[in-house]
Each structure stands twice: as C-alpha cells, then as structure tokens.
C-alpha cells in the first residue's frame, strides 16, 4: 500500500548518488550487476530472525521515479568548488529512470539466518545502486521489529501480545512500520489507530491514568467510563491502591451485568506484577469474573514476561511498548547490501567479493539462492548456493566463519528455494500476500524449527552454510585478491 504521496527517490545517500554519476559518467551505468540483501548476525543475541519489510519493498519499487521536484533539487547541489555536483546530462538521465530490476526476495513471515540473501538485486549497476539504501531502511528495521515480537510471543506460550509502543517510536514512520512488523511478528493487536486503518491491524485500547485521575474517586471513573463505553471496559486498576482498584473494577463489573454487558478485564502497569496478577486474580475468581482478563504492561520484554510466567503470574495478556516498538536491547539489524557479480553485455558473469581484515565480514561472490532442506518434522538445514550449481545430488555446506565444520546432505531429503521471484524487468511477477497471510505464515515458519533456535539465553546454531563448490569459489577469490596465487 501506498503511504505517501510523493517521489521517495530521494530516500537515499547522496554517495549512492555520487556513484550513480560516476558509473554514468563513465560510461558503465548499463552494466549488468548482481547485489544482495543480508545480515551478518541474529539480533538480540537470539537463534533466528524473521524477515519482514518486502511488502513495503515492492510498494516502494512500483512508484520508483524522480520527479521534477527531485531533479531540481539536485540540480542545487555543488561541490567544493561552488559548482554543480551533477551535470545537466545526468540530471536528465535520472528524470528519464525507468527501473528495469529483476528482484528475488523471500518471503516477508519466512525463518531466516546471517548471510542468508533476504533480496537478490540485478540489473543496470546504476540502478541497483540507487536502491540499495531504501532497501536497506525498509528491510532492515522491519525484520528487526518483527523478530522482537516473535520472541516475545514465544514468551507468553500463545498469550496474546498487544503492541502499544507508538508514543515511544522513532517517529511517525517509524511507528507505523512497526506496528505493521510487529503484527507480522505475531502481535494480536495495536494501539496505532493510523496502522490498524492502513494495514488492516486490529485496534484495541481503552483508557490511561489521567482518566481515573480527572474524577474524584477511582469508583466513579470505572464507573463514567463504564456507562460511556460498556462494551470496551478493560479498568486500568494501579492509579492509586492496585488491589483496592481490582474490588473498584469488580464492582463496576457487576454493574455493568446488570446492563447486559461483561467486564473484559483488568489492567496492571506498575509495581510486582507477579504477585499483583495472583492476588487480582483471586479477587476476580471470587467476585464472579473468573473469565476476566487480567492485562499486564510495563516495560515488558521477553526475558520479563518468562520470568514473569515461570513466577507463576496469572496474566493473560500482555501489553508492550519501547522494548518491542524501538528495538531497545538492539536498535538495529546491521543489514548490509553486497556486489557479488558484474558482466558486460554477452559476457561472462565475473565474480566479486569484498575482503576484510575481518571473516565476518568478507561478502560471498555469485548469483545466491538459498535451499532449505527439511524432515516431515522440521528443517534440518539451509544452503546458500550459486544459481547455477545443479544440486540433484545433494549438497555439503560449510560453516562460513568454520570452514571444518560441514553437513552432508542427501539427494532424497525435501528442500524449497527460499527466494521468490518478485520483478522482472521491472515489472512486479510477485502475488503479494495479506497481512493475515504473511503473520499465518511467520506462525508456521516458527514451529518448524527445533525449539533450541528459539531459546532466548545461548540458542542452538541452526545449520546454514555456503554448498560446497561455492564456498571453494570464495575461498579461490579471497586468496587470488590477496595475492596468494
């Protein structure tokens, strides 16, 4: 869906444009080049991620243009000397874009791992340029925010989890593209209005301290609100006295029977919520309302809301807000996007890789795909190959940063491909699933994976490695660009 209604082709870094000119200038601009999209490493020291973002990526690459508004503003651009940064020729190139990319993406909802391609990019090199910090922006805190809230719904055993985090986002964008991640993450519901209309988000909310706070007596709060809105009454308790505000609730409760309607709940912000959900609970179950939900928040997080539970806590819904919406144990995912082949027009794919002083971060060559190789249980390993690598005998795949560690695996075991078509030349090929599908699916991807790569303290390493020949490819490059032979 289309949320602004202006050229975002300038959500970009002006050295992507530097480059764009460069290569335009020097006459390269047209040649055929290959990048990818991935990540070196699970964020909140967790054993998987969930990729998240494509749905905005495709929206963004359907209305990819620049517009006269963009061109001119370039146009004011100089350089050091006082004189245009780009010259009248580009600018009027950039005017005339057309994006002609092909792009292969996995699905947003999909289990993914570190350097593992979450998009493949090919086309003109100075288009994939261009695109590559969009991409980055829009997948990379996605992916992130929807990885938080998969661990934290992991966390409640199937407890329904409320995101209520926009009042803490990084702005407005921000705040809606989590609470869209955050969804897809397993998220029951939103407190952001403008998410639940655009995305299609449930919405739930009721009232804040400052209600309860602008009446004389909690009592009467409970009950105003109750007579203005009977059908949505879940009563903030804690303003003042915790338990004395769970018997206020109650009493509210029976009130509200009498009208023809039922208290949803109760709702606990502050103090020990553990001990406070068990003594609330017992006031509910003796008042009647053994049904009533008892609603927690506070800077919740996975690790509290486990310990929470294995405290014997009885809440049975859980709101979160600055821990899920902001990333707040880890801001950012670190996503990184590679050339790894170039070839002139009716030439042969040549290979690049990136080297560094550091493993991590040397980049992996070749046009990727990754297979993922599976049981009638779960899966049992992934595979990050060159397209052009016939597998039908199975394949070995090497740890990147342990090359003695491998797995064989048989020709007979099950796989899927996990990138998709998603444009060609351009033009979108890709059946964009709904929100309701893609959160289906991230729930799925989720129980086809050993428990262990989901444990939040020292998770098991899923197997993902380079296929073999690849990794030999690699190693041939690194060592030929060191001058090793």
């Not at 651009?77 to 994006?99: I, Q």
């Not at 209309?197 to 706070?213: D, E, L, R």
């Not at 903030?236 to 609730?249: C, I, N, P, R, W």
């Amino acid at each position: 869906m289309l949320i602004y209604n202006q050229s975002l082709a300038l959500l970009t870094d002006l050295y992507q444009l530097t480059m764009a000119y460069g290569y335009w200038k020097t006459g390269a601009g047209q040649q055929e080049s290959v990048f990818h999209l991935f990540f070196r490493k699970n964020p909140f020291n967790g054993g998987f991620s969930l990729a998240c973002g494509l749905n905005t990526v495709v929206s963004y690459l359907e209305n990819f243009r620049f517009d006269e508004s963009d061109v001119e503003y370039l146009g004011t651009l100089t350089g050091t000397d006082g004189n245009p940064l780009f010259e009248s020729g580009f600018l009027d190139y950039l005017r005339d874009l057309k994006f002609t990319c092909d792009i292969d993406a996995i699905p947003e909802g999909t289990v993914v791992f570190p350097n593992e391609p979450l998009i493949r990019v090919k086309g003109p090199i100075i288009q994939c340029q261009i695109l590559e910090t969009p991409l980055l922006n829009i997948t990379n805190f996605q992916t992130l925010i929807a990885t938080k809230a998969a661990r934290m719904c992991i966390a409640t055993g199937g407890e329904p989890v409320l995101e209520f985090g926009l009042r803490r986002a990084q702005g407005i964008d921000g705040g809606l593209a989590a609470s869209r991640a955050a969804y897809i993450g397993g998220c029951a519901a939103t407190s952001n209005v403008l998410a639940g209309k655009i995305f299609n988000i449930p919405v739930k909310g009721t009232h804040a301290h400052s209600w309860v706070m602008s009446f004389d007596q909690e009592l009467e709060a409970f009950k105003a609100y109750a007579e203005a809105m009977p059908n949505n009454c879940v009563f903030l308790v804690d303003t003042y006295d915790t338990l004395e505000g769970v018997k206020h609730a109650i009493e509210v409760g029976h009130w509200l029977r009498t009208q023809g309607h039922e208290m949803i709940g109760i709702r606990l912000d502050s103090g020990d919520l553990a001990y406070l959900s068990i003594e609330a609970r017992k006031l509910l179950d003796e008042g009647g309302f053994p049904n009533a939900t008892i609603v927690a928040s506070n800077d919740l997080d996975e690790t509290i809301i486990s310990s929470l539970k294995q405290q014997g806590a009885k809440i049975g819904m859980w709101g979160v807000g600055t821990k899920l919406i902001t990333g707040y144990d880890q801001p950012a995912l670190g996503g990184v996007y590679k050339l790894s082949a170039v070839r002139s027009e009716g030439g042969e794919w040549v290979h690049k890789v990136k080297l560094s002083e550091q493993s991590i971060k040397i980049s992996n060559p070749g046009i990727q795909q990754v297979r993922r190789y599976y049981t009638a249980t779960e899966n049992i390993g992934d595979a990050i190959y060159d397209v052009d690598t016939n597998l039908s005998g199975g394949c070995t795949i090497v740890d990147p940063m342990d090359p003695t560690r491998m797995k064989k695996i048989s020709a007979d075991v099950r796989y899927r491909d996990l990138l998709v078509p998603v444009f060609r030349n351009g033009q979108c090929v890709y059946n964009i699933p709904t929100i309701e599908e893609t959160r289906s699916l991230a729930a799925q991807e989720l129980t086809g994976f050993h428990y262990g790569v989901k444990r939040f303290v020292n998770p098991h390493a899923y197997p993902v490695g380079l296929e073999k020949s690849l990794h030999t490819l690699k190693t041939e490059l690194v060592l030929k660009a060191r001058g090793v032979k």
